[in-house]
């Protein structure tokens, strides 16, 4: 039997870094939307586990940011659980195998108009002039 599951989304929240025994697991969520035949749309979230060595967690965590758009292969599995009014629920899980960054998170950081230097005026360009061959063969 094989199973993979691969997702393409953009990150709600910024990923988790939580050390375990053996290194470090980022966690994070991508959604998936689907629109119903009822023109309603719903969305499932992926809960995704990223298990790596210590050096290398931290540096693949901080570019997880909110809004960041990964690509994610993994295993996937279903976790049921039992919600606080006492009834059923599931949830999706991927361990993340493979993690690839498409785009990375937007920044906070906006200049003040002040900041901001307008661009260079350029002059038009003017055409070279045409040789002048005197005698054209057409």
């Known amino acids: 039997m094989y199973a993979k599951l691969i997702l393409v989304g953009r990150l709600g929240r910024d990923a988790e870094l939580r050390s375990v025994a053996n290194g470090q697991v980022i966690r994070f969520s991508v ?38 758009i990964v690509l994610v292969e993994g295993l996937p599995s279903v976790r049921l659980f039992t919600r606080q009014d006492n009834t059923p629920g599931a949830a999706l899980e991927c361990r993340v ?33 045409l040789p002048d061959s005197g005698d054209l063969p057409f």
């Open 31 to 68: 959604p998936h939307s689907i629109r119903t035949s009822t023109g309603e749309e719903r969305t499932l979230w992926v809960d995704c586990s990223y298990w790596r060595g210590t050096g290398e967690s931290v540096e693949v965590q901080k570019y997880l940011k909110k809004g960041a």
């Open 97 to 129: 195998v493979n993690l690839r960054i498409l785009v990375y998170a937007p920044t906070e950081a906006v200049a003040t108009p002040e900041e901001v230097s307008p661009p260079p005026v350029e002059e038009p360009l003017e055409p070279p002039p």
